[in-house]
């Protein structure tokens, strides 16, 4: 079935996004993306070697950007003018590449997103050409006013980053996805694969996810569970399931015709 992601006008058959951090090394990186299925994949420029350090090794060297769409993020900047500073140094090290996640951060501690801030950034990248998937929090009207300022995905949280406890607050997500005329994907606080399927359930357009995959005792497997739960709740929410009741009268197998049923006589 065709049914591709599309971001920015390109198309992706993959919905699962994840990022490249907290790995053991860059092997065991490549080896959990090979079996994710993924196609993009985040990588934090403050944090992970692109090129910036050449005695170093590079991503690059085990997830080519001719195989993967990279997606530069402004993971650990704390003002407007760090997260823009950081993602114009990520167009110049990939050749002038202009997909880039933001993310401004507002506590050390939760880093819950600061949303001022990245209103501003946002603002900023847009207008300097970059097309911006934007990391925020999961209120509607925040996240309807950086679709009007020109982001191309709009990420709200399911938890805290690195938390692990899911999708806290459906109801928020469900709103954003309502008003939305981008993709919205969830952003953060995906412990395992039934979290991914729920969220696709609801009508996310994807779900990126990081620790919840590195972090697991066998990261490479995680992935391909990771992989087949974000399949099986986007198919699920593409056939539409039965409505939830209390209890139903109507028996699954119909009655009409049944030997001894009144009509049968």
């Known amino acids: 079935m065709e049914d591709p992601l599309i971001i920015a006008g ?12 907290k790995y053991q090394d860059f092997a065991e990186t490549k080896a959990a993306i090979d079996l994710s299925g993924a196609e993009i994949v985040t ?20 997830l080519p950007p001719s195989r993967y769409t990279l997606l530069p993020n402004s993971a650990g900047c704390y003002t407007a003018a760090d997260a823009v500073r950081t993602l ?56 309807k006013r950086l679709e009007e300022l020109g982001c191309v995905a709009i990420m709200p949280l399911a938890s805290l980053i690195g938390s692990g406890m899911g999708i806290l607050n ?34 996310c357009a994807g779900v990126l996810m990081n620790t919840a995959i590195a972090s697991a005792k066998n990261p490479p497997l995680m992935a391909k569970a990771m992989k087949n739960a974000v399949q099986a709740g986007r198919e699920a929410y593409l056939a539409g399931r039965m409505p939830k009741k209390l209890y139903s009268g109507d028996p699954s197998s119909p009655t009409a015709g049944v030997i001894g049923s009144p009509s049968h006589r």
């Open 10 to 21: 390109k198309s992706y058959q993959s919905r699962l996004l994840v990022g490249t951090g």
């Open 170 to 203: 459906p109801w928020n997500l469900r709103l954003i996805i309502d008003n939305a005329k981008v993709p919205v994907i969830v952003d953060a606080g995906v412990g395992t694969a039934s979290d991914a399927t729920i969220g696709m359930e609801l009508g």
């Open 88 to 143: 114009r140094l990520a167009r110049e090290l990939l050749d002038g590449h202009s997909l880039v996640k933001l993310e401004v951060l507002g506590d050390g501690k939760t880093l819950f997103p600061d949303m001022p801030a990245t209103l501003e950034a946002a603002s900023i990248l847009v207008k300097d050409g970059f097309k911006v998937m934007v990391y925020c929090a999961d209120d509607p009207i925040q996240a």
């Open 43 to 62: 990588v934090a420029i403050r944090r992970t070697n692109i090129g910036q350090d050449t005695n170093q090794p590079s991503l690059l060297d085990f």
